[in-house]
C-alpha cells in the first residue's frame, strides 16, 4: 500500500491545506482540579493526506480530534483555533457546525455498535446520512446506500441494507460505519482507533476498506492509534502526542527511522517485534504524568535518561530538526542522532514510581 | 518444595511435561428464553484440544477473540469443568477432582488474569491481596509480612508501598501485583491470560521482562495466552495457533515463524502490521475475507475453509471435498511442526 503521490502532497502550499489547527488547548474542570488534557497543538493536514496521531492512553489524541469536531461536552474549556478550508470552527454555532460535519468532515469512532443507531436498518442510517446535507429522493438515497455497501465489501448490500446493526459483526459495523463517513465526499474523515475492538485479521479488512474511502473521496485522513504498525503501513505523516502536547511530527520515515525525540524512540524500542526474535525489550520507565498535576518543565522528564536540569524547568516546543517539517519538542534532540532504543532505556523489569493524588 | 512423583504418562517426548492436556472438549449449552430455558444448542468452545507444557517453558496460545483459548485455560486449572478429555499435572488427573482435592494442587497452578483492574480487590491494601493466597493455604504464620514484602520486590514494586490500595498504582503496577499473588505459594504452572494486552507499550514492555525474569528465577512453565502474536514471538519457546476451538498449527515459535504452514497462522502473521514503513509497505500478505463462523454451528470438515483463500482460490472442487468432509488432522506433515491443513504449505512471510 505505497502512495508515493500521496507523499509529494506537501502541506505548506497554503490552498492545500484543508485542515488548520493552532495552538489547540483544552481544559476539563473537575473535582481534582483542572485536567488538561491537550496543551496547545498545532498542525496542518494537506489535501488527500494520511495524517497518523499515535499517543498512549490520556496523551489527548482523541479529545484533540473531538476538540476538532466540536463534540467536547460543555464543561470542556476549548481555546485556539481550528479552522476549516480557513473558515473557523472553534465557536461556530452548533447550527454551522451541522452543515460542515458530517459533510465535510466526517468521523470513525472506536465503537461501532454505539455510533450506529439499534433501531434503524443500517441502509436506512446511510441514507439518513446523505439525505440530511444533500438534496435527494429518499429511492435515490437508499440506492446510494447500497453502492456505499458494495464499496466497503459488504456482502449482498442489497439485502444487508435491511438489516439492523445488531445483526452485524463487529467488523462488518465499522465497514457501516465507514460507508457512513464517506457518503458525502467529505475533505477530512477523522478515524480515531477505529479497528482498536477489533481481531487482527479483521483489523486488515477495515485498514483496506479505509484506503478505499479515501480514494473514492479523496479525503484527508486523521488516523488515530496507538498501534505503531498501523501508522507505519497507512500513515503519510505523524504526530506524536505526550501529556497532551505534540512531541514529534514529521514523515513516517522521519519518526520510524531517525525519531528526535527520546519519548518515540522508546516507544519504538518497547514494542516486541513480529519480524525480528528481542531478547530483552527496552521499557520506558515510570508512567505518564496526571494530567490535574502537570509537572512544569517537559512532561517526559521523570522518565527521560537525556534530562537534565534545563528540561525541568522549561518544556520545550516542537522545533525543527533533521528537516524543517521534523519536528520534535526536546532540548537535546541533537543527542539522538544515530541511537538505538538500547543505547538510551535500559530493559529493566522494575515500576517503582507511584504517583501521589488522583490518577 | 518437594516433587511428586511423576508417573509415566502416554505421551511419548524426550521429556515428561509438567501438564499435559489430551482431547480437551469444552462446551457450553445455549438456553432458549422461554420459562424452562430448555437447551436449544452447544457452543463448542474448544473441541479435541492436546498441549504439553514442560519444565521452565513458555507455550504460547494465541488466536483471536472466541477461539476458545482463555476456555482452554480455565478448564485445564480446573476453574470450569471439562466436558471430557483429561488434564494431568505431574501424573495426577485434574479433570473431575473435587474443590478439596483440586485446593492442595492450586499451589503449584497459579493464574494472572487479563484485567488488571477487576482481578485486585480494590477493598484491600496490597499487601493483603498478595497475603491472601498465604492465608488460605494457611501458610500466612509469622514469616508472612515478610513473605509479600520479598514478593513485591521480586515483581520490581517497593515493599513500602504495600500499604496502598490497587487505585493508587499504574496499570503495569496493578499487573505486577496480580504475579506477586500468584507467585505466592511457589507455583510450578503459571497460566497467563492476555497479562499485557490491557496495557500500553512503554509499560507492557517493564512487565514482559519481569515475566522472563522470574522465569528463569523460579523456573517456571508458562501457558501465555494472547491474540497478540508479536508478543507470543517474544516470550514463546513454543506456539499453538487456535480457530474456533481446535489448534490448527504448533511448533517451535522460529519454525512456526519461519515457516508458517496452515493460512491461518499466514493470515494472522500477515495481518499484524510491522512498526517499520518501508517493510510493512512492501510485505506480502495472505488475506481473510470474512469473519469467524459461529461456535455454535462450526463449518464441517475444517473450520477455518468458510474462510480461507487456500480453499476459494486454490483448491479445486474435488480437493475442496475433502475440505468439506474431512477434519483435517494436526500432525506433521513435512513442514518441521505439526499442521492441520489437509494441504498445508509452508511460505515465508517476514
Redesign the interface.
Known amino acids: 500500500m505505497t502512495r508515493p503521490d500521496a507523499r509529494m502532497d506537501s502541506p505548506r502550499v497554503a490552498g492545500d491545506t484543508v485542515l488548520e489547527v493552532d495552538d489547540l488547548q483544552v481544559d476539563f474542570p473537575t473535582d481534582d482540579g483542572l485536567v488538561r488534557a491537550v496543551r496547545g497543538v498545532s498542525y496542518r493536514l494537506g489535501r488527500g493526506e494520511v495524517l497518523g496521531i499515535v499517543g498512549e492512553s490520556g496523551s489527548g489524541k482523541s479529545v484533540t480530534s473531538l476538540a476538532v469536531m466540536g463534540l467536547l461536552p460543555g464543561s470542556a474549556r476549548v481555546s485556539g483555533s481550528v479552522r476549516f478550508r480557513g473558515t473557523e470552527l472553534l465557536g461556530a454555532s452548533d447550527r454551522e457546525l451541522s452543515r460542515v460535519r458530517g459533510r465535510q468532515i466526517s468521523m470513525i469512532f472506536q465503537d461501532p455498535m454505539t455510533a450506529l443507531n439499534p433501531v434503524y436498518p443500517i441502509g436506512q442510517q446511510i441514507a439518513e446520512a446523505i439525505r440530511v446535507h444533500q438534496d435527494v429522493r429518499r429511492g435515490a438515497a437508499v440506492e446510494q446506500a447500497v453502492e456505499l455497501l458494495d464499496l466497503v465489501r459488504i456482502p449482498n448490500p442489497r439485502e444487508r441494507a435491511a438489516s439492523y446493526p445488531h445483526e452485524l459483526s463487529g467488523g462488518m459495523r465499522q465497514r457501516v460505519v465507514i460507508a457512513i463517513a464517506m457518503a458525502n465526499r467529505p475533505d477530512v474523515i477523522v478515524a480515531d482507533e477505529p479497528t482498536t475492538a477489533l481481531d487482527v485479521t479483521v483489523q486488515a479488512q477495515i485498514l483496506e476498506a479505509l484506503e478505499t474511502a479515501k480514494q473514492e473521496t479523496g479525503a484527508a485522513l486523521i488516523l488515530i492509534t496507538h498501534d505503531l504498525g498501523v501508522i507505519a503501513g497507512q500513515a503519510d505523516r505523524v504526530l506524536v502526542m505526550y501529556a497532551g502536547k505534540l512531541v514529534e511530527a514529521g514523515t513516517v520515515e522521519d519518526v520510524f527511522y531517525a525519531p528526535r525525540m527520546p519519548y518515540t524512540l522508546g516507544l519504538l524500542g518497547s514494542l516486541p517485534r513480529l519480524d525480528v526474535r528481542t531478547e530483552r525489550l527496552n521499557p520506558i520507565s515510570g508512567s505518564p504524568p496526571s494530567a490535574v498535576a502537570m509537572p512544569a518543565g517537559c512532561p517526559f522528564t521523570p522518565r527521560c535518561p537525556l534530562a537534565q536540569d534545563v528540561c525541568e524547568s522549561e518544556e520545550p516546543n516542537p522545533r525543527p530538526t533533521t528537516s524543517d517539517d521534523h519536528l520534535a519538542a526536546c532540548h537535546f534532540s541533537y543527542r539522538l542522532d544515530g541511537m538505538t532504543p538500547g543505547d538510551l532505556f535500559r530493559p529493566t523489569s522494575r515500576d517503582t514510581e507511584v504517583r501521589e493524588g488522583p490518577r | 518444595m518437594t516433587e511428586t512423583a511423576a508417573q509415566p504418562t502416554a505421551v511419548v517426548d524426550d521429556r515428561a511435561p509438567v501438564l499435559s492436556v489430551r482431547n480437551l472438549v469444552k462446551h457450553f449449552p445455549v438456553r432458549g428464553r422461554g420459562l424452562l430455558r430448555r437447551q436449544v444448542g452447544e457452543i463448542h468452545a474448544v473441541c479435541d484440544v492436546s498441549l504439553d507444557l514442560h519444565a521452565s517453558e513458555t507455550l504460547g496460545l494465541v488466536g ?2 472466541g477461539c476458545g483459548k482463555t476456555t482452554t485455560a480455565r478448564v485445564l486449572l480446573n476453574l470450569q469443568p471439562a466436558t471430557s478429555g483429561q488434564v494431568h499435572y505431574q501424573g495426577t488427573e485434574l479433570t473431575g477432582l473435587s474443590r478439596r482435592d483440586m485446593q492442595a494442587l492450586r499451589r503449584d497452578l497459579q493464574i494472572v488474569f487479563q484485567d488488571p483492574y477487576a482481578s485486585l480487590d480494590p477493598r484491600l491494601p496490597v499487601n493483603e491481596i498478595v497475603a491472601e493466597p498465604l492465608r488460605i493455604h494457611g501458610r500466612y504464620g509469622d514469616g508472612g509480612r515478610d513473605r509479600v514484602r520479598e514478593l513485591l520486590r521480586v515483581v ?3 515493599p513500602e ?1 504495600g500499604n ?1 490500595f490497587p ?4 496499570g ?2 496493578r499487573q ?1 501485583i496480580g504475579v506477586a499473588r500468584a507467585l505466592a505459594l511457589h507455583p510450578k504452572v503459571l497460566v497467563l491470560d492476555e497479562p499485557v494486552s490491557a496495557l ?11 515475566l ?2 522470574l522465569q528463569e528465577e523460579f523456573g517456571l512453565s508458562y501457558l501465555f495466552v494472547s ?1 497478540d ?3 507470543v ?3 514463546a519457546d513454543r506456539i499453538a495457533v487456535m480457530y474456533l476451538g481446535r489448534i490448527v498449527e504448533t511448533g517451535p ?2 519454525s512456526l ?1 519461519a515457516a508458517p504452514a496452515h493460512p491461518y497462522t499466514q ?15 512492501a510485505r506480502e ?1 495472505v ?3 470474512g ?2 463462523p459461529s461456535p455454535t454451528a462450526p463449518p464441517s470438515g475444517c473450520r477455518f475453509r468458510t ?1 480461507c483463500p487456500t480453499f476459494a482460490d486454490v483448491l479445486s472442487e474435488t480437493e475442496r471435498q475433502r475440505c468439506v468432509e474431512e477434519i483435517p488432522e494436526l500432525r506433521e506433515r513435512g513442514q518441521g511442526h505439526p499442521c492441520a491443513c489437509h494441504y498445508a504449505e509452508g511460505v515465508s512471510l ?1
Open positions: 483471536e477473540s520490581g514494586l517497593r508501598h496502598r487505585h493508587e498504582f499504574s503495569g503496577q505486577r500500553d507499550v512503554s509499560i507492557q514492555a517493564g512487565v514482559l521482562n519481569l522472563d525474569e491474540h502474536l508479536s508478543v514471538r517474544h516470550v515459535a522460529e515463524f493470515a494472522l502473521i500477515s495481518a499484524i502490521p510491522l512498526p517499520d514503513p518501508r517493510k510493512e509497505r500478505r488475506t481473510l475475507t469473519e469467524v474462510r517476514l
